[in-house]
């Protein structure tokens, strides 16, 4: 086995650094709407972090090439957006229904064939829509501590332009010593340094679950994590196992959704900082970043607890500051691909607005609403005008 490098530990701890700024705020306002209790936002972290460890080491190990999962981070946005009309048993059962899915999909190879069936610009739409709220929450902090996200704002500016790569770290790093200095953060006492134990929660299968959380969490989590995870890999020079990959996290998925492993996937972000010359000059060790990644991860969700009570005494401008900062290029790049094509520009337009509106009918959240309201414009949109109404030479 080649030797483990600093580098491939650097590569790896950064990785779980930036996985864990830029989205654990989203998951613990996932927890927050589905109304689970302390010691299950706990269970929640620990199933994540061992869920994203141990398929992140099965697949680097198994295909020697920097494989990295991920939570799905639109994902927990959509539970975050709809989970507030369905009960926590409801939501674990679609998680459940999301995992079987994910599994067939990578047992049969089917990931090719259901990424054509959605247009690109809908995939983008749907995504942008979900996760524009948070955009909006580190704008709307500035009501509750303004010079907090001044500074934070400042951070990710001046981190942008020096070190793009190590923004939304710089960002929470300047944001926990603005507000430990003003004194903004809660009782330290509340700190639970305990290590997290699992807590199961029995499922409920309701046909509204399924269509409302399970089937939208399925398609954002293949459209907007999976086929970028395919994407950062191929761009590395690796052919990616993707039904593997599928297949693995897939069965992650189904053993820990009672737990709070609400869904696994390929990650892109992270997936690029295991995958390029920073990690190894040689391509073929690389993994090993993936390695040492997976053995942090593991060794974070046991202490899930200290995570989340971490973010309770943390002002709240101060994780959704994060939040939104860490979504922003997110929301852009899901914006700027969903509007460019000028022929499906007004289907991805509808899909957007739709997703942001918050509607929802007969206990269904609105992302599949506006998914469905996209599709339709799209399909009749997409076909030639009846001849009566051509123009005519």
């Known amino acids: 086995m080649p030797q483990l490098k600093l580098s491939h530990i650097t590569a790896g701890a950064v990785a779980v650094l930036v996985g864990y700024t830029s989205s654990v705020a989203i998951i613990f306002q996932a927890i927050d709407a589905l109304g689970a209790t302390q010691a299950q936002a706990n269970s929640w972290l620990l199933a994540l972090g061992i869920g994203m460890g141990v398929t992140s080491l099965i697949l680097s190990f198994r295909f020697r090439m920097p494989v990295l999962t991920a939570w799905s981070t639109p994902g927990a946005a959509l539970l975050a957006l709809g989970g507030g009309a369905t009960t926590l048993p409801e939501a674990t059962g679609a998680f459940l229904f999301c995992a079987v899915l994910l599994t067939l999909t990578g047992l049969t190879g089917w990931f090719e064939r259901l990424a054509c069936l959605i247009p690109d610009t809908l995939a983008n739409a749907l995504l942008a829509g979900i996760l524009f709220r948070f955009g909006l929450e580190a704008f709307s902090s500035m009501e509750e501590d303004i010079w907090l996200v001044a500074v934070m704002g400042a951070a990710f500016l001046m981190a942008k332009l020096y070190a793009p790569r190590y923004a939304i770290p710089l960002v929470l790093l300047a944001g926990i010593l603005w507000a430990s200095a003003a004194g903004s953060f809660g009782d330290i006492a509340q700190l639970n340094l305990t290590l997290a134990t699992p807590e199961a929660v029995k499922p409920e299968f309701t046909l ?49 959704a009672p737990f709070g492993g ?57 994780v959704a500051t994060v939040a939104g ?49 996209g599709l339709v414009a799209h399909i009749t949109l997409s076909r030639p005008a009846p001849a009566l109404f051509r123009k005519t030479t």
């Open 325 to 373: 900062l860490a979504l922003l290029s997110t929301i852009g790049n899901g914006l700027s691909h969903a509007l460019e094509p000028t022929a499906g520009r007004e289907a991805a337009l509808l899909c957007f607005m739709g997703t942001v509106s918050g509607i929802s009918f007969l206990g269904i959240g609105a992302p599949f609403w506006a998914l469905l309201i």
């Open 262 to 318: 609400y869904t696994f996937n390929l990650a892109a972000i992270t997936a690029a900082i295991c995958a390029g010359p920073e990690a190894d000059e040689d391509p073929k060790t690389r993994y090993l970043a993936v390695v040492a990644a997976g053995v942090i991860y593991c060794l974070v969700g046991l202490g899930g607890a200290a995570v989340i009570s971490l973010f309770l005494i943390a002002p709240h401008a101060l």
């Open 208 to 256: 509204s679950a399924f269509i409302g959380l399970g089937l939208p969490l399925y398609i954002v989590t293949m459209c907007s994590q999976n086929m970028p995870g395919v994407v950062t890999l191929r761009s590395a020079g690796y052919v990616p196992p993707v039904s593997a990959a599928m297949t693995v996290t897939g069965l992650a998925s189904l053993i820990l």
